[in-house]
């Protein structure tokens, strides 16, 4: 029974969380706030394009919902993943120093963390499948 209030105030703060992020984007896009932003026109419509996708995350979640059992061998190959994505993070990171030190990189700081976070989550999810599959 607990439970179920828990749950109800997480999804109702999922919500007002993706509301208001839509809500503050068209502010900014109506105040002209920002200019390009990881591949968008403006910080505005980046806004209402992430509130929009977490809408419909929460609600596939909410629609999809399925009780979980997690053993101890789940865990065990999730720590392995996030140790194979630290120790990924770290080798890329000296990759890039030594590219950087040789040849200058000239990219958007935006740019390179939206790809570093895709990459991270990229090679947390395969690795994460990988050791699932042969552990």
Do not use: H, P
Request: hydrophobic share 55%.
């Amino acid at each position: 029974m607990n439970e179920k209030i828990v749950n109800k105030k997480n999804l109702i703060w999922k919500y007002n969380f993706a509301f208001i992020l839509i809500f503050l984007g068209i502010i900014f896009s109506y105040l002209k706030l920002g200019t390009e932003f990881l591949g968008f026109s403006s910080v505005g419509l980046w806004l209402i394009y992430v509130g929009f996708i977490m809408l419909i995350v929460v609600t596939l979640r909410l629609i999809y919902n399925k009780k979980r059992i997690v053993d101890e061998r789940m865990q065990f190959v999730s720590t392995k993943a996030a140790r194979i994505t630290f120790i990924g993070i770290i080798m890329f990171s000296f990759i890039i120093m030594i590219i950087d030190g040789i040849k200058s990189i000239d990219i958007a700081y935006s740019y390179f963390m939206s790809y570093l976070i895709c990459g991270i989550v990229l090679l947390y999810l395969v690795s994460y499948k990988i050791l699932l599959r042969f552990n």
